[in-house]
Nanobody
Framework: QVQLVESGGGLVQAGDSLRLSCAAS????????MGWFRQAHGKEREFVAA????????RYVESVKGRFTISRDNAKSTVYLQMNSLKPEDTAVYYC?????????????????WGKGTLVTVSS
């Protein structure tokens, strides 16, 4: 059983930055790829970013490229999402996700554990 606990959400203004963290339980964190998804009110959950087990490979949804950075610290069993130049359309609940393999072959699929989410609200 894996538990994922997100933190770092909040209310910010457009143009501001936030860093989300996701702490994972268990001793196998470093074996699996990790990711971030988000769900805006009234919309489906969408993929945001993914990182492979070593941190050497990442992928982003087009709308956040150049603004968001995913990273991980395997020693701390934590994955991060640095969000810069935030826009009102980034407002959503952000979910941490663990993939069932060491790589995100299709980043929209293959998630076997989810966190409960953290709310990010960006005001204009």
């Amino acid at each position: 059983q894996v538990q994922l606990v997100e933190s770092g959400g909040g209310l910010v203004q457009a143009g501001d930055s936030l860093r989300l963290s996701c702490a994972a339980s268990g001793r196998t964190f470093s074996i699996y790829a990790m990711g971030w998804f988000r769900q805006a009110h009234g919309k489906e959950r969408e993929f945001v970013a993914a990182i492979n087990r070593s941190g050497g490979s990442t992928r982003y949804v087009e709308s956040v490229k150049g603004r968001f950075t995913i990273s991980r610290d395997n020693a701390k069993s934590t994955v991060y999402l640095q969000m810069n130049s935030l826009k009102p359309e980034d407002t959503a609940v952000y979910y941490c996700a663990k993939y069932s393999s060491d790589f995100y072959y299709d980043p929209r699929r293959g998630v076997d554990y989810w966190g409960k989410g953290t709310l990010v609200t960006v005001s204009s």
